[in-house]
């Protein structure tokens, strides 16, 4: 199995792309090339091999279930799971992409390469963090980036085209009063809706490793700078190909579609009192799929032997991630504001109370 190097034609070094510059760079001497116009320096050796023909140096069963490469810069071993399609020799960091992992049904259709660099990620974490007013003060001093990773996420991109038809209770309450009676007058109406939407790029995380939530929570990705699929994208990052089929994530994304237009639905009925959904019918068509790979920012940190995942989209910036909260401080906290608020109480319930001059 072969490995896809990124030599630098110039001066032999390991080439990576950029998310400043949107091309392979050389870190050593700074040649540039757009990433469509790579060509290889040289033929690859076809030296790669599967765990079954690892060297002798690996005891039995012990790589079991993973796949080892030979590196063809050092000769050193890279070891990955089935799912690992690009990563850097752990011994001369040479940038490497399998390109088995990539190539036939296994190839994506489209690549949002990555636009946010890595220092600008490790901004947006620490921006992050100045917002948080009961983080933990020693958090932001004792806490560390244990590791930080750039991604690419293998998605399955929906298109699809729904309808529905809706049929709702509502009623519109009327109250009034006279000297001696207080009145209520309720009106009851049968209301029918019905629209249709069109999807276009509805992402589904395509990854087991990967939390769901995290990587929707990172949404939306621009799909309009989407580029062919091109492993020269891939190199100076880790990604994987997919291990979740797409026939698994389709029951997700007619759930989300089908979430938004009822919700869409139920907002255009407005001016009651009360609102009941009787029934509905929901009836989707022309979903059709394609295979592609976002990018994310991973970054694992450790606080007082508690572990702490944070992700940046690679795109946009936009960052998620759960931090610990100090309870002493969220309780002053409470007290200030509830303070403060018992306080404008008190000054409005005083000037009410003043004789009208």
């Not at 810069?73 to 690992?84: A, F, K």
């Not at 932001?140 to 809706?166: C, Q, R, T």
């Not at 939530?213 to 994208?233: H, R, T, V």
């Not at 991630?321 to 109480?345: C, E, H, N, Q, S």
């Amino acid at each position: 199995m072969a490995l896809q190097e990124y030599e630098c034609p110039s001066c032999g070094g390991y080439m990576e792309f950029s998310a400043t510059l949107q091309k392979l760079k050389c870190p050593f001497c700074d040649t540039e090339i757009a990433v469509e116009d790579y060509q290889v320096p040289h033929k690859p050796k076809e030296e790669s091999a599967h765990t079954e023909n690892a060297q002798n140096s690996w005891q039995d069963g012990e790589t079991a279930g993973m796949y080892v490469y030979t590196c063809q810069s050092c000769g050193g071993e890279i070891i990955g799971d089935e799912t690992l399609g690009s990563t850097a020799c752990p011994f001369c960091n040479n940038n490497v992409v399998m390109k088995e992992k990539f190539e036939g049904d296994l190839r994506p259709d489209y690549i949002i390469p990555f636009k946010i660099s890595k220092e600008a990620a490790k901004e947006s974490y620490k921006n992050y963090l100045k917002k948080k007013k009961i983080l933990p003060k020693v958090f932001f001093a004792e806490n560390h980036i244990d590791e930080m990773k750039g991604l690419y996420v293998p998605y399955w991109i929906y298109n699809s085209s729904i309808s529905e038809d809706a049929s709702y209770s509502c009623t519109k309450v009327k109250t009034w009063s006279d000297r001696d009676y207080h009145y209520t007058d309720t009106s009851y109406y049968d209301v029918h809706r019905t629209g249709s939407e069109s999807f276009a790029n509805i992402p589904v995380d395509a990854s087991k490793e990967m939390p769901d939530d995290m990587m929707e929570s990172l949404e939306p990705f621009d799909f309009k700078e989407a580029k062919p699929f091109n492993m020269g994208f891939m190199a100076g990052f880790i990604a994987n190909r997919y291990d979740v089929e797409q026939s698994a994530t389709k029951d997700r994304i007619k759930q989300r579609i089908s979430e938004t237009i009822d919700n869409d639905i139920r907002e255009s009925v407005k001016g009651y009192s009360s609102v009941v959904s009787k029934s509905k019918n929901i009836n989707i068509t022309n979903m059709t799929s394609k295979y592609a790979l976002y990018p994310v920012w991973l970054l694992s940190t450790t606080w007082r032997d508690e572990h702490f995942l944070f992700a940046v989209n690679g795109q946009t910036g936009a960052f998620v991630g759960r931090l610990p909260l100090d309870k002493g401080l969220a309780f002053r906290y409470y007290l200030k504001w509830a303070g403060i608020m018992v306080l404008i109480a008190i000054v409005i319930i005083a000037l009410l109370a003043l004789p009208k001059l």
